[in-house]
């Protein structure tokens, strides 16, 4: 998906897209808590979240209720909270500047596509909605239900990409997950802070953390 006109080569960046180019972490929380109040559990807050949260999200749920949840209550939690989450989805705007780093990059020629767990479904209408689907030549959410992480969905992503050397590959998110799903494939990764995971969290992966997407592409033209 998307248009380019001639492409340079030089680093491609895959963008993460809920907590990274979509500014949704507080509709993640509201989410979240309406779902917990749901199930009987006690509201988290922003700091705890960004402490806990992991990827596959069922780890996230043992290290909140002390126990990996059964099949039954992931299915029942995951659906409670993708209620809650998709009606204030249409309300998150983009973060701060990636309109226009989107439309800046693809004007100077570099290519970049984008890479979700969010349900392909419901991603890619979204995407469109907020105008910037064509800035990417490829989009790419999750097909089916599967909680499992980023990596094997990067090397889908990659294949598809055709032709995009992983040594050329920079992705740009907000979750340790998305510097595992780079590093399973042999791309870099710069991790923002604005989004699911705490900073001190994202030090540890071991890659760059920024605090801007300004600063991320930044950085990510420089990784070698």
């Known amino acids: 998906m998307g248009k380019h006109g001639t492409k340079r080569r030089g680093k491609h960046l895959v963008w993460d897209w809920n907590g990274t180019l979509l500014d949704d972490i507080q509709a993640v929380i509201d989410a979240t808590n309406a779902a917990f109040a749901e199930l009987g559990l006690a509201p988290i807050t922003l700091a705890r979240y960004r402490d806990l949260y992991t ?40 973060t701060a500047g990636a309109a226009e780093l989107l439309a800046a990059r693809q004007a100077s020629g570099f290519t970049q596509s984008l890479l979700s767990l969010a349900p392909h479904a419901e991603l890619v209408p979204l995407v469109r909605r907020h105008g910037i689907e064509e800035r990417f030549v490829r989009v790419d959410g999750r097909i089916g239900t599967s909680t499992a992480g980023k990596a094997g969905h990067m090397v889908r992503h990659l294949a598809a990409l055709q032709g995009v050397e992983p040594e050329r590959i920079v992705v740009i998110g907000d979750a340790a997950d998305d510097a595992l799903a780079a590093a399973h494939v042999g791309a870099r990764a710069v991790l923002y802070t604005g989004g699911s995971h705490s900073r001190s969290s994202l030090e540890a992966v071991g890659v760059p953390v920024v605090d801007s997407l300004t600063e991320a592409v930044a950085v990510a033209e420089e990784l070698v």
Not at 72 to 82: K, N, P, Q, R, T
């Open 55 to 94: 990827v596959p999200v069922p780890k996230f749920y043992e290290r909140l209720m002390g126990r990996l949840p059964t099949e039954a209550e992931w299915a029942l939690m995951d659906g409670i909270f993708h209620r809650h989450y998709w009606q204030r989805a249409d309300g998150c705007g983009l």
